[in-house]
């Protein structure tokens, strides 16, 4: 049962516009998310994470919501740029009532913005 | 910035040997360090998360014994494939944990093929 999911695959974007990416989960624990920008054959590379605590955080061009009730956060990029395309991984994480760091996974999304 | 490097990058082997990957914290001390599989177009998958000085904690269906993990130092931790076959050829990837920024970093992954 995937506990982070990230509905769809690839999402495709004119250079300048904004980006939307989505993420739902289902772990009620989860109290910590992250999302990383991946491209092929390298690790992941940090982007923006949002405390359960807040339903916002904000980082130059990328925001991240939160809705908890909705299980569901969604990473915005404005303005796109061609740079940006690449896999984006939604993860979460369950760090309060221990050093619980670990991280899970969603399946990623494949973003291509067009020039 | 963390930096995390992975060592070898790609790596061929012939079924029936073992294959060492080294994972290095290469500007912080990392007590805890995560090791993930990611096969293509899917998620990362946890394999186990390494701790300095004590025995590493594997995810459920991970098998130990193929799955050897070293954390000798509070820079470098090692995952070992023992006996690989071709079903062990995928895409492994390490992270550091930093309790500066209490983040997760990640090395640029290693290929690994089983012939």
Known sequence: DQQVKQNSPSLSVQEGRISILNCDYTNSMFDYFLWYKKYPAEGPTFLISISSIKDKNEDGRFTVFLNKSAKHLSLHIVPSQPGDSAVYFCAASARSGGSNYKLTFGKGTLLTVNP | ?115
């Open chain 2, 1 to 115: 910035g963390a930096v995390v490097s992975q060592h070898p990058s790609r790596v061929i082997c012939k079924s029936g040997t073992s294959v060492k990957i080294e994972c290095r914290s290469l500007d912080f001390q990392a007590t805890t360090m995560f090791w993930y599989r990611q096969f293509p177009k899917q998620s990362l998958m946890l394999m186990a998360t390494s701790n300095e000085g004590s025995k590493a904690t594997y995810e459920q269906g991970v098998e130990k014994d193929k799955f050897l993990i070293n954390h000798a130092s509070l820079t470098l931790s090692t995952l070992t494939v023992t006996s690989a076959h071709p079903e062990d050829s995928s895409f492994y990837i390490c992270s550091a944990f930093d309790v500066r920024s209490y983040e997760q970093y990640f090395g640029p992954g290693t290929r690994l093929t089983v012939t």
